[in-house]
C-alpha cells in the first residue's frame, strides 16, 4: 500500500480517527498503533508480515538477554548473528547462489540442484538496521530494556517500515511515552505532505520515462541522450526518496511524532564529505555509529581512519542490494571520501589554495566535481548489474546511435525546478508555511486545494513504485 494513493488515504483517516482519540492514554495509544502498523505491513503480504512478526518477538528475547544476567555479551552476539543472518538469507542468497553457479561453470563442473528463489520482504533492511542499533544501545546501555509493547510499536512502526527514515529508539520511546505528543503546527504537515506528492507524484513519476529504458538498454541511445538520463537519473532517486521521507514526516507529526530530518538540500554540496551529511541523514548516522566507530572510526592514525571510510562505505553499498554494482557504487563513494580527506589532511605547507584567489569559481568547481561523481556513480546503483553500468559509459564514449532522442523541454524545465528544490528548498517551504498560517480559512483551502489539484493534474495515470522499496 503506497502513500500517494486512495487506498491508504482511506486507511490512515481511519487510523487517525483512532488514534486522535486515544492520544493521551498512553498505554492504549501504543496498543492502537502496533495494530495499526501491523495492519498497515500485512497490506503487503500476509507472509511478509509473519516474519516481521517472528522476529520482532525473537530479537525481544535476546534484547532482554542483553540488557540483564552473566550473558549479555552472548546475547549481543547471537543477535547480531540472527539478524545479519536473516538479511543474509532474504537479500543475498539469490545473489550467492547464482554466483555459485557461473564459478562452477567457469569451472566446467556440473550444476543441476534445484534453487529456490527467495523475495525479500517490505522493508526488512530498514526493520533489521533498527533491531541491530536497538540491540547494540540496550547492551551499552544507553537506553533502558524497553517493554515488549514498546518494541514491537518501534520496529513495526507503519510511516517509517518499508523505506525511513530509520529512527532511534531513545528517541522515539520518550515520545511514544509522553502523554503530550508532537504539538505540530498543521501548515508544517501541510508543507510536507504537499512537498512529498509533489516530488514523488509528479516529478518523480515524470523523470521515471527518462530513466527506465536508458538504464536497462544503454545501446539504443545516444551519447547526449546516456547523459540526460544520468542526470535525470540523479534527479529522480531524490526527489523520490525525499519525497517519501516528506509524506513519512507528515503522518509522523499526525501522530505525535516529531520529523526526521532525512535530505537537507544534498546536490548543493561542494564536496562528498559534505553530500552524505545531507543524503539520507538517517542512514549515514546509523552507518557512522554502528559501523564506523566500532571499526574504530579515526582514532588509529590517518591510514586506519581511510580503511575504516572504505568499509563502511562498501558495507552501505552491499546494504542497499546484492550485486557487483552496489558494492562498486559502495566502494567509490568510499574512495571518493578517501581523497576528500586526504585534501584536508595535506600538510598546511601549500599556501597557496584556489579559493584564496577565486572564491566562486572554486565553489564552483568543487560542486561540479562533486555533482558529477555522485551522478556517475548512481549508473551503478541505478543500472541492473555491472554489465550494463559499463555499457552505459561506453554508451557515452562510444554511442551505438546518433539520434537525439531526450530534446524536451519538459525535461529540462523538471530539472531546473529540482535544482532550485536544492538551492532554494528551506526557503520556499519556511515561505510556503508562512503563507498558509495566514488567519483566512477560506484563502487557505482555495491553496492547499489548488496547489493538490495541480500536483494531481500534473501527475501520471500510474504512478510507478518507490525505488527505495527494492532495498
Not at 116 to 131: C, H, K, L, N, W
Not at 320 to 329: C, D, K, S, V
Request: with cysteine.
Amino acid at each position: 500500500m503506497l502513500f500517494p494513493t486512495y487506498q491508504f488515504l482511506v486507511f490512515f483517516l481511519i487510523i487517525f480517527s483512532a488514534i486522535v482519540s486515544v492520544k493521551p492514554q498512553v498505554d492504549l495509544y501504543k496498543i492502537v498503533l502496533l495494530i495499526s502498523s501491523l495492519l498497515f505491513y500485512s497490506f503487503w503480504s500476509f507472509d511478509f508480515l509473519l516474519i516481521l512478526v517472528v522476529c520482532t518477538a525473537y530479537n525481544y528475547i535476546i534484547l532482554r538477554g542483553a540488557c540483564h544476567g552473566k550473558y549479555r555479551k552472548l546475547a549481543l552476539i547471537s543477535g547480531l548473528i540472527f539478524n545479519i543472518a536473516a538479511l543474509g538469507i532474504f537479500k543475498y542468497c539469490n545473489f550467492f547462489v547464482t554466483s555459485l553457479f557461473e564459478v562452477l561453470n567457469q569451472l566446467q563442473i556440473p550444476a543441476n540442484f534445484e534453487v529456490v528463489q527467495i523475495i525479500a520482504p517490505v522493508g526488512v533492511s530498514f526493520y533489521t538496521f533498527r533491531m541491530i542499533s536497538h540491540l547494540i544501545d540496550c547492551y551499552q546501555q544507553k537506553i533502558p530494556c524497553p517493554k515488549f509493547v514498546d518494541y514491537a510499536a518501534y520496529i513495526t512502526y507503519f510511516p517509517q517500515i518499508a523505506s525511513g527514515p530509520i529512527s532511534r529508539a531513545g528517541e522515539f520511546y520518550s515520545q511514544l511515552n509522553s502523554q503530550k505528543k508532537y504539538d505540530y503546527q498543521i501548515e508544517e504537515v501541510i508543507v510536507l505532505i504537499l512537498s512529498g506528492l509533489f516530488k514523488k507524484y509528479t516529478l518523480s513519476s515524470f523523470l521515471f520515462n527518462f530513466t527506465e529504458l536508458p538504464f536497462k538498454a544503454p545501446q539504443q541511445y545516444s551519447s547526449i541522450d546516456l547523459i540526460l538520463a544520468a542526470i535525470s537519473y540523479s534527479c529522480l532517486i531524490y526527489v523520490d526518496f525525499s519525497g517519501y521521507s516528506d509524506l513519512a514526516n507528515g503522518i509522523s507529526c499526525l501522530l505525535g511524532f516529531k520529523p526526521i530530518a532525512n535530505f537537507n538540500m544534498p546536490y548543493r554540496s561542494l564536496s562528498l564529505q559534505e553530500f552524505w551529511k545531507r543524503w539520507h541523514i538517517s542512514l549515514s548516522e546509523w552507518l557512522r555509529d554502528y559501523v564506523y566507530f566500532p571499526l574504530g572510526g579515526n582514532k588509529y592514525g590517518k591510514l586506519r581512519k581511510y580503511l575504516n571510510l572504505f568499509l563502511t562505505m562498501a558495507i552501505g553499498g552491499f546494504w542497499h542490494g546484492a550485486g557487483l554494482n552496489f558494492i562498486f557504487w559502495g566502494a567509490i563513494h568510499g574512495l571518493g571520501l578517501i581523497v576528500n580527506h586526504l585534501c584536508k589532511d595535506i600538510p598546511q605547507a601549500i599556501h597557496f589554495k584556489l579559493d584564496y584567489a577565486f572564491p566562486r569559481f572554486a565553489k564552483f568547481c568543487s560542486w561540479l566535481l562533486t555533482f558529477t561523481f555522485v551522478t556517475c556513480s548512481w549508473v551503478f546503483f541505478g543500472t541492473p548489474n555491472w554489465e550494463t553500468a559499463v555499457s552505459f559509459f561506453q554508451g557515452i564514449v562510444h554511442p551505438a546511435v546518433a539520434t537525439f532522442q531526450f530534446n524536451f523541454w519538459q525535461l529540462y524545465l523538471v530539472i531546473a525546478v529540482i535544482g532550485a528544490i536544492n538551492l532554494w528548498g528551506d526557503r520556499i517551504a519556511k515561505l510556503l508555511q508562512t503563507v498558509l498560517s495566514l488567519k483566512n480559512i477560506f484563502f487557505r483551502v482555495v491553496l492547499v486545494s489548488l496547489l493538490v489539484y495541480a500536483i494531481l493534474m500534473l501527475g501520471p495515470s500510474t504512478m510507478p513504485p518507490f525505488i527505495y522499496f527494492n532495498f
